[in-house]
C-alpha cells in the first residue's frame, strides 16, 4: 500500500489526543504547504514532534476540527473489514440493549466512526455523513453494511447544514433500495416515520428512555405533547393509560403519522397543528391545564453566538409549559441543542418555572438513550438534556 502522508503535531500540542481523544484541532498541526494543499479528507497517519506515533485518521485543511482519529495505529488499514469490525461491535452493544432491530445504530465517536450516524429501522438504514473523510469512505462503507447486516433498503441522508462547513454538498439519495413509509417498534409502541421527507433520519430515537419514563407515569392523566412531532411521547403516554392526549405541531405530516400511530395502537390522541408558543400563551388565557405537559422543541442554539437569544427562549417555553401544568403535575423540559450546557439549560428551566411562581422540584434529569454512546473524551458530544419537574 503507498505510504499515506505523515503530519506531525506541533511541539507540546495535542494534549487531549495525548490523553485518548478522537480529535485534533488545526491550531495543533505542523500545518506545511503540503499539508494544507491535502485534498479534503485524506487519510493521513499522524506522529507526536518527538516522532510518536498518534495513528490514523482523516484530515481537512479546512476544517477546524483539522483531524479525525480513526484507528490509534499508523497505517492502519481503513477498509471494509476495519468498517465491518466497527459495525459489528456497534450491533452487538445494540443486540443486548434491545430485542427489537429499531435504533440507532452508529453514533460517530461514541462507535469509533466520526462523522457518521445510522438509524436502523429493521431492514432499512438511514445513513447521515458530516465530514468530507467519512464521505470518501463511502464505498468501503456500503461493503461493510452488506457484509454485517445485508440491508434491503440504504438510504443516505446527507442533507444537514454543518456539510456545507466540510465543503460538501447536500443531497437525499437511495444507494440502495425505496425508502419511503416505514413501520418501527419502541418500547413496545408502533410509530411510522416517512423517511424520504421526515425531519433528519426520520426518527428520534434519542428520546426512548424518556419516553418509557413519562408513558410509566401517564396512566389516567391528561397529557400535553408540545413539539410532539410523529407523536414519540404522547403515543406512548396514551399506550401507558393516559385519559387524554394532545399532540401540538406545527407539521402536519408529522402529525398524520402520529394519527395513523395512535390507530395501529389502538389508543386515541387530538393532533392539533398550531405553533407551540402560541398555544401555550391560548391555553394560559383560558386557565387549561394538563397533568402531564413534554416540551421538547426543536435546537434553539444552533450556533454558539445564538446562546443568548436560544437561552431565553427555553426559559419563555418553560415558563409557559409550566403555567399549563395541573397542580400536582410533571413538566418534562427537552433541548437537543449542542450549544447549551446541561447547567445552563436547567437554570434557564428554573428560571422559567420559578417565574411562573411555582414550587418545582427535579425529579429527573436524563440524557439520551445507551445507543448514543459517548466517547468519554468529548463529554459535549451528549447533546440531549431533558429534565422533568414535578410542580405543587
Ligand atoms: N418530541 C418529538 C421530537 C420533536 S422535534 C419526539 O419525541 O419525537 C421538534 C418538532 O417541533 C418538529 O416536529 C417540528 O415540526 C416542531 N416545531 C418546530 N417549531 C415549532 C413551533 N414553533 N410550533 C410547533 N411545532 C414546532
Not at 502522508?5 to 495535542?14: A, H, M, Q, S, V
Not at 450516524?117 to 473523510?133: E, H, M, P, S
Amino acid at each position: 500500500m503507498r505510504k499515506r502522508p505523515l503530519l506531525t503535531l506541533k511541539p507540546r500540542e495535542g494534549r487531549r489526543a495525548r490523553a485518548g481523544a478522537p480529535w485534533i484541532f488545526s491550531n495543533e498541526l505542523v500545518m506545511s504547504a503540503e499539508a494544507k494543499a491535502l485534498v479534503p479528507g485524506t487519510l493521513v497517519d499522524v506522529a507526536g514532534d518527538d516522532g510518536r506515533d498518534f495513528g490514523s485518521g482523516y484530515f481537512n485543511p479546512k476544517s477546524l476540527i483539522a483531524l479525525r482519529l480513526l484507528a490509534r495505529e499508523a497505517g492502519a488499514r481503513i477498509d471494509a473489514s476495519f468498517f465491518a469490525a466497527r459495525l459489528t461491535r456497534a450491533l452487538a452493544l445494540r443486540q443486548a440493549l434491545y430485542d427489537k432491530p429499531f435504533y440507532r445504530l452508529i453514533h460517530a465517536e461514541g462507535d469509533g466512526l466520526p462523522g457518521l450516524t445510522i438509524d436502523r429501522f429493521g431492514d432499512v438504514l438511514v445513513v447521515q455523513i458530516t465530514t468530507a473523510g467519512m464521505e470518501n469512505l463511502l464505498t468501503p462503507l456500503t461493503m461493510a453494511l452488506e457484509e454485517v447486516l445485508a440491508p434491503a433498503t440504504i438510504l443516505l441522508r446527507n442533507d444537514t447544514p454543518s456539510r456545507a462547513l466540510e465543503g460538501l454538498d447536500s443531497y437525499v439519495r437511495a444507494q440502495k433500495g425505496e425508502p419511503g413509509r416505514i413501520a418501527l417498534e419502541e418500547n413496545g409502541s408502533r410509530y411510522f416515520a416517512d423517511l424520504g421527507q421526515g425531519q433528519k433520519t426520520g426518527w428520534y430515537y434519542d428520546q426512548r428512555d424518556n419516553r418509557a419514563f413519562i408513558a410509566g407515569l401517564a396512566r389516567g392523566k391528561t397529557v400535553l405533547d408540545a413539539f410532539s412531532y410523529s407523536g414519540g411521547f404522547g403515543i406512548a403516554a396514551a399506550k401507558g393509560g393516559a385519559k387524554e392526549v394532545i399532540c401540538l405541531d406545527s407539521s402536519a405530516p408529522a402529525l398524520a403519522l402520529a394519527e395513523d400511530s395512535a390507530s395501529a395502537n389502538q389508543v386515541s390522541i387530538r393532533a392539533v397543528k398550531a405553533d407551540v408558543f402560541e398555544e401555550l400563551e391560548r391555553l394560559v388565557a383560558g386557565k387549561e391545564v394538563f397533568d402531564i405537559v413534554v416540551a421538547d422543541p426543536p435546537p434553539f442554539v444552533k450556533s454558539k453566538k445564538d446562546l443568548e437569544a436560544g437561552a431565553r427562549a427555553y426559559r419563555k417555553l418553560a415558563r409557559l409549559a409550566g403555567d399549563v401544568v395541573a397542580p400536582g403535575g410533571l413538566v418534562l423540559l427537552a433541548s437537543c441543542s449542542h450549544n447549551i450546557p446541561a447547567d445552563r439549560f436547567a437554570a434557564q428551566c428554573a428560571g422559567g418555572l420559578m417565574r411562573g411562581g411555582r414550587r418545582a422540584t427535579l425529579i429527573r434529569s436524563a440524557g439520551a438513550g445507551p445507543d448514543h454512546p459517548v466517547h468519554p473524551m468529548l463529554p459535549e458530544s451528549a447533546y440531549l438534556k431533558a429534565l422533568v419537574y414535578a410542580l405543587d
